[in-house]
């Protein structure tokens, strides 16, 4: 069974341009859910997607937003990027029930 | 603010020593998980706790979740190189909230041959 797969893996844009992140979750997984990881504030919560819709979501401000799409694949939207916005970006695919979640390698996003 | 603190932040040891890692909240968790990360990679997911004071083994990793689900440890016994990694623990909220994980801001381990 294939992981979950992000594109791109990195990614270099200016302050001010906005940016889309894509995850591909494990074939069967419904819930796709998106975090932050910089050094400073660790691993941060954003949002998860469950069958198109926005289950969960975290104390980000509105310029992080997301969707899915029926296959389930998962897109990120930062818009108006600033330099703080630079970090590794995760998503993780489970089953969407309380399951396990499985991570994918990240999209490096550095802004400039 | 964390919700939930791991300690310690840094660990340096040699091969063959052993060690313990904690993760503590002031919250009641559903359930907990341990991951590892390695640079350049997503977190891989070790374990995950259910009951309180529910232990769990996997080869020379000992995982246990206290009796009133706000704590965690992880032992290793006899440390190796290949166990160096980034270690976090994540708790899931009770209210239902099955995949809002809150994670620890980990604990960087590295083992000297």
């Known amino acids: 069974k294939a992981g979950v797969t992000q594109t791109p893996r990195y990614l270099i844009k200016t302050r001010g341009q906005q940016v889309t992140l894509s995850c591909s979750p494990i074939?069967?997984?419904?819930?796709v859910s998106w975090y932050q990881q910089t050094p400073g504030q660790g691993l941060q919560f954003l949002f998860e997607?469950?069958?198109?819709?926005?289950?969960n979501k975290g104390n980000f401000p509105g310029r992080f937003s997301g969707r899915q799409f029926s296959n389930s694949r998962s897109e990120m939207n930062v818009s108006t990027l600033e330099l703080g916005d630079s970090a590794l970006y995760l998503c993780?695919?489970?089953?969407?029930?309380?399951?396990?979640?499985?991570f994918g390698p990240g999209t490096r996003l550095t802004v400039t | 603010t964390q919700l939930l603190e791991q300690s310690p932040q840094f660990l340096s040891i040699q091969e063959g020593e052993n060690l313990t890692v904690y993760c503590n909240s002031s919250?009641?968790?559903?359930?907990l998980q341990w991951y590892r990360q390695e640079p350049g990679e997503g977190p891989v997911l070790l374990v995950t706790?259910?009951?309180?004071?529910e232990v769990k083994k996997l080869k020379r990793l000992t995982f246990q979740f206290g009796d009133a689900r706000k704590d965690s440890s992880l032992h290793i016994t006899a440390a190796q190189p290949g166990d160096t990694g980034l270690y976090l623990c994540?708790?899931?909220?009770?209210?239902?909230?099955?995949?809002?994980?809150?994670f620890g801001s980990g604990t960087k381990l590295n083992v000297k041959p």
């Open positions: 993780a695919s489970s089953s969407g029930q309380g399951g396990e979640q499985y």
């Open positions: 074939s069967g997984h419904r819930s």
């Open positions: 997607y469950f069958s198109e819709t926005q289950r």
């Open positions: 919250s009641v968790f559903s359930s």
């Open positions: 706790v259910v009951t309180g004071g």
């Open positions: 994540a708790g899931a909220p009770p209210e239902g909230n099955f995949n809002k994980f809150y």
